[in-house]
């Protein structure tokens, strides 16, 4: 069975950073793509960052290109999410989800990932 498990949220003031992680195990990671996703209250849950694991192509939200980087570790079946310059609207929760298959480009659609973490609280105060 897959686990992804998050870490790394908390509480920053706004133009500082953080750095979540996602660690996956439970199955072999040499191809399918990882997605970061998050969700604020009352709004719907959206794609922020995305990796393939074979080829590292990366994809990003419009609204954290330039301020998030996304990368990956294979050795450590590891994905990290860098989020610099954090502004108040990048408060919510962050979830990490996996999607098995072959990818070109990564995907965004939330339904597109089968594996999902807990999620970890990201607030930015002002």
């Known amino acids: 069975q897959v686990q992804l498990v998050e870490s790394g949220g908390g509480l920053v003031q706004a133009g500082d950073s953080l750095r979540l992680s996602c660690a996956a195990s439970g199955r072999s990671f040499s191809s399918g793509a990882m997605g970061w996703f998050r969700q604020a209250p009352g709004k719907e849950r959206e794609f922020v960052a995305g990796i393939t694991w074979n080829g590292g192509t990366t994809r990003y939200a419009d609204s954290v290109k330039g301020r998030f980087t996304i990368s990956r570790d294979n050795a450590k079946n590891t994905v990290y999410l860098q989020m610099n310059s954090l502004k108040p609207e990048d408060t919510a929760v962050y979830y990490c989800?996996?999607?098995?298959?072959?990818?070109?480009?990564?995907?965004?659609?939330?339904?597109?990932?089968?594996?999902w973490g807990q999620g970890t609280q990201v607030t930015v105060s002002s």
């Open positions: 989800a996996g999607a098995s298959g072959m990818y070109v480009l990564v995907p965004s659609r939330v339904t597109t990932y089968n594996y």
